[in-house]
């Protein structure tokens, strides 16, 4: 049976879950979600997510939300596919998980507020609040140089190979690079634009960006 | 010994760790940073969090940051230890998984900003700002409205037994209700029953009062 991940192409947070079940090769079929007009609020899919977000994955009776829990099982469920992903000892794991949560608490806070200020609310008729644009844009600036510095010891965040923990980063960064028009604070940072070329060129997460790109 | 636990027991996040300790029933080695002194931003402390934030940790040689990333190596590496705080099955712990993660991006995004107004500013002597409170308590609210309804259908956040997902709200629960805002927890009838419960576990008894 077909997973089904509920959610728009455009959104960040389906985007994670699709790089996650393209790296292992598990088949899928995206339902996508209005938001627009408010789908993902009605009592339908507060059903299925009570919090009325985006996204929701369907693996025949068994139903998760919350993109990082959802990569997190099937990054533990496929492990013999690819053992690197969420690491092949408990110390990796751990390593794994600790970058996975600077991705959700330092960096993912400043993102989700710039593309809300900057593309949503004017999208929605209101105004961008720039200094709060500018107050994240100075966050990132040092979550990056830290990212920086770990880079220039280690290939990826977790240690020398591809995890969980730098793909989560792929739809935000996506998001700064293009939309958000602050690629500088990659480009600017020798490592950070290294590992960002490489962990882009990924199969699994072009083949997100074919679809996403397929959608206008 | 082996594990070193670095921060300030003042600290939510640092408790987090502290709870987790103390169910596991492992022995740790305590290391106060001195934060009015601003230690945690000493280039010694950086190099164990890049971040300059309590706590950092270390068992051996290995060396982490992020409460919710060393609870869960504790819970992985030792599950022989004290209480088990994860399941072994994978999609009951995936469910585990989620509730993880909807007290890290939504239930604490609001409540440690309303422990920061209501608990945290008068102990430094600052004043508490009542329009940002009204807000995060409408936000919280609606978290904690869906979470009555979890309760009502499942003993504990992850399923049938406590676990991380449960464990993970204590520190900030101590500091809530010891404020105004415990009436949105008492106005729930399920979240009210869970969260006596699990405040009232003897490892974070003993963990907060020691």
Redesign the interface.
């Given at each position: 049976m077909v997973v089904k991940v509920y959610g728009p192409i455009q959104a960040a947070c389906p985007q994670r879950v699709l790089a996650c079940l393209f790296e292992f090769g598990v088949d899928f079929e995206l339902i996508t979600v209005d938001l627009d007009s408010n789908e993902h609020k009605q009592p339908d899919f507060l059903q299925k997510q009570p919090f009325g977000q985006v996204p929701v994955v369907e693996d025949g009776e068994f139903r998760l939300f919350e993109s990082r829990a959802i990569i997190r099982y099937y990054a533990t469920k496929y492990g013999d596919k690819n053992r690197n992903l969420y690491g092949t000892t408990l110390e990796e794991k751990a390593l794994v998980d600790q970058w996975l949560e600077v991705e959700a608490h330092h960096f993912n806070d400043m993102v989700y507020t710039i593309v809300l200020q900057k593309l949503v609310i004017p999208k929605m008729g209101g105004r961008t609040d720039f200094d709060l644009v500018h107050n994240c844009e100075k966050k990132l600036e040092q979550v990056f140089d830290i990212y920086e510095q770990r880079l220039s010891k280690n290939n990826y965040l977790a240690g020398n190979w591809f995890t969980l923990a730098d793909l989560s980063h792929l739809p935000g960064i996506r998001y700064l690079m293009n939309e958000c028009e602050l690629g500088h604070l990659v480009r600017d940072r020798k490592k950070v634009n290294l590992w960002w070329d490489d962990i882009s060129n990924r199969p699994a997460w072009k083949k997100v960006m074919q679809m996403f790109n397929g959608q206008g | 010994m082996a594990i070193k636990l670095y921060g300030t027991a003042a600290s939510t996040n640092v408790l987090r760790v502290m709870a987790c300790l103390a169910e596991k029933e492992l022995d740790y080695e305590f290391v106060n940073v001195n934060m009015s002194n601003k230690e945690h931003k000493s280039p010694e402390f950086l190099s164990r969090n890049?971040?300059g934030q309590v706590p950092a940790f270390e068992d051996g040689d290995?060396k982490?940051?992020?409460s919710?990333?060393?609870t869960?190596?504790l819970a992985?590496?030792y599950p022989d230890n004290g209480t088990n705080l994860i399941i072994h099955d994978?999609?009951k712990?995936?469910?585990v998984?989620?509730w993880?993660?909807?007290e890290?991006?939504?239930f604490d995004r609001f409540g440690s900003k309303l422990a920061w107004e209501l608990a945290y500013k008068p102990m430094f002597g600052l004043t508490t700002d009542e329009t940002v409170v009204e807000e995060h308590e409408k936000n919280l609210e609606q978290?904690l409205d869906?979470y009555e309804?979890?309760l009502s259908e499942s003993k504990y956040l992850g399923g049938d037994c406590f676990t991380l997902a449960d464990l993970h709200h204590l520190p900030v629960l101590k500091y809530l209700f010891g404020t105004k805002a415990k009436r949105l927890f008492d106005a729930r009838p399920h979240v009210s029953a869970w969260a006596a419960d699990i405040q009232s576990r003897p490892a974070w008894v003993k963990a907060i009062t020691a």
């Open positions: - | 890049p971040f290995l982490l940051f992020e919710r990333a060393i869960q190596y992985h590496t994978p999609k712990m995936a469910i998984g989620v993880i993660e909807v890290a991006q939504k978290v869906v309804s979890r």
